[in-house]
């Protein structure tokens, strides 16, 4: 057998044993290290076909898995694979053709709403097309410089070889794989954050003193994010996990954050003992849906009845942490997902029954940037 079978082999057998009930990374990290034999080249290739099988969505299901793992490695990939030229290679031929082009030379037609069986519940101005094919791509892997520090960063990037992306003042985008800890090994002098989610931080706006509240905070980014923005801020960081926020401890600490309050709070119960807050920020649990680029499985996974399930926490938790705000303080509420339930829906629900002013609302696009997708919306007391 040669060593593409044996990958094809494996792959289509981890996919057949796989049931999502486990982030896939855990479980190929689990399934790598009970196989120590395997090399890391070994490893990158199955691990690749994988998630190119998951990519597709629920398209071309009649096709078996080792079928659908190659057309979804011709349909990914833009560089001639050695393992594709192997199966196909009249497709490795056209490997660095567009999307578009190689499904007319395979003579098929992409259907949206086959690979993304939820496209009734995506919010407004989203491109149902542009978003579905965005999932043959994953997205690029983001870092956010701290201040002052962006200079430093780059020069070790140039020094490491490593190529990049500057976008705006402070994000820097750089190709997966890229192994920031070992060229970047001072961790304060930046965050790993997508660029959709640094971009919620304009919305931000604090002022010198005020008193905010992360009330989802889960392990700090949004948290550190509102201290670089305004560093004198009195901040209040929560989550239901206790373990969660031992992470956020950590990664406060990393990030030289000393003046805070972290607390476990359930915020499906009113909540009390708290101080009034200029501002709240509220990253509410959602599907994740706009994320799943860097996570296929979920969409391959995730069933439709999951969406009123988070719709109704999130009106929960909005319900429970609005009354916390200060007259005239600003909520800003933010989901990573797609989904108008979980988005528009809850926006209308901020309006009409927390009585807040709806000043901003809309969904960042990532789809057509290589990033993941968001909504955020701005409320005033």
Request: aromatic share 10%.
């Amino acid at each position: 057998m040669t060593r593409w079978e044996n990958y094809l082999n494996t792959a289509a057998g981890i996919v057949d044993e796989y049931d999502g009930s486990l982030p896939l990374h855990h479980y190929l990290k689990h399934f790598f290290k009970a196989r120590p034999h395997m090399g890391s080249r070994d490893r990158k290739r199955i691990q690749q076909l994988v998630y190119q099988f998951f990519r597709l969505g629920k398209w071309q299901q009649q096709l078996d898995v080792k079928e659908r793992m190659l057309l979804g490695a011709f349909l990914c990939e833009q560089s001639p694979d050695m393992l594709l030229g192997f199966f196909r290679p009249e497709w490795n031929e056209r490997i660095a053709g567009t999307v578009t082009e190689k499904l007319q030379f395979l003579g098929l037609t992409w259907d949206a709403a086959s690979a993304f069986p939820f496209l009734a519940y995506l919010s407004e101005g989203i491109d149902p097309e542009a978003f579905t094919l965005s999932y043959l791509q994953q997205p690029k892997l983001y870092i956010r410089a701290r201040p002052g520090k962006k200079a430093a960063i780059l020069r070790l990037l140039e020094t490491a070889g490593i190529g990049f992306e500057t976008i705006g003042e402070h994000t820097i985008a750089l190709p997966n794989g890229t192994k920031t800890e070992q060229i970047l090994t001072d961790k304060s002098m930046y965050e790993v954050q997508d660029l959709s989610s640094q971009e919620t931080g304009q919305r931000f706006k604090p002022k010198a003193r005020e008193r905010w509240w992360d009330c989802c905070a889960a392990s700090g980014g949004k948290s550190i994010l509102l201290h670089d923005t305004e560093p004198t801020i009195q901040l209040t960081a929560s989550d239901v996990r206790a373990s969660i926020l031992e992470n956020l401890r950590k990664r406060f600490a990393e990030a030289g954050l000393k003046n805070y309050d972290a607390k476990v709070i359930d915020l499906t119960k009113p909540v009390t003992g708290l101080p009034h807050f200029n501002g709240i920020i509220l990253d509410a649990p959602c599907s994740g849906s706009g994320t799943w680029g860097r996570s296929p499985e979920n969409l391959y996974y995730f069933s439709e009845k999951r969406i009123a399930e988070y719709a109704a926490l999130q009106k929960q938790i909005a319900k429970h942490v609005t009354p916390q705000l200060q007259p005239g303080g600003r909520l800003v509420y933010i989901t990573c997902s797609v989904f108008k339930e979980e988005n528009e829906h809850a926006v209308a629900f901020l309006k009409n029954e927390c009585g807040l002013e709806i000043e901003e609302s809309g969904v960042i696009r990532g789809y057509d940037r290589e990033a993941d997708t968001m909504f955020v919306a701005v409320g005033r007391k």
